[in-house]
């Protein structure tokens, strides 16, 4: 089982930049997948985006390609969400999630708390 904690969310300007973090407990987060999910307000929750255990594969949601970038650090157990060129409809919580298995990332078993990220015109 692996426990996730996000942070780096926050309120930015549309254009601007955030990165956020999601730190992993346990031995065997290098082999897990993780992935990013976001949910806007009055919306469902969608996928933003994965990373390969290995972190040498990465697939995104059409709507963040090239704008958005996720990264890990196995030996810092933690895996990262670079967001650039920040949009209004980027606004809402942010969730990490994990799952043993990277072809299965769109439904995780493992899922953060959430961190809010707020882009503001």
């Known amino acids: 089982q692996v426990q996730l904690v996000e942070s780096g969310g926050g309120l930015v300007q549309a254009g601007g930049s955030l990165r956020l973090s999601c730190a992993a407990s346990g031995r065997t987060f290098s082999s897990y997948a993780m992935g990013w999910f976001r949910q806007a307000p009055g919306k469902e929750r969608e996928f933003v985006g994965a990373?390969?255990?290995?972190?040498?594969?990465?697939y995104y949601a059409d709507s963040v390609k090239g704008r958005f970038t996720i990264s890990r650090d196995n030996d810092k157990n933690t895996v990262y969400m670079q967001m650039n060129s920040l949009k209004l409809e980027d606004t809402g919580v942010y969730y990490c999630?994990?799952?043993?298995?990277?072809?299965?990332?769109?439904?995780?078993?493992?899922w953060g708390q959430g961190t809010q990220v707020t882009v503001s015109s």
């Open positions: 999630a994990a799952d043993p298995f990277y072809d299965r990332m769109r439904v995780p078993a493992y």
């Open positions: 990373i390969s255990w290995s972190g040498v594969s990465a």
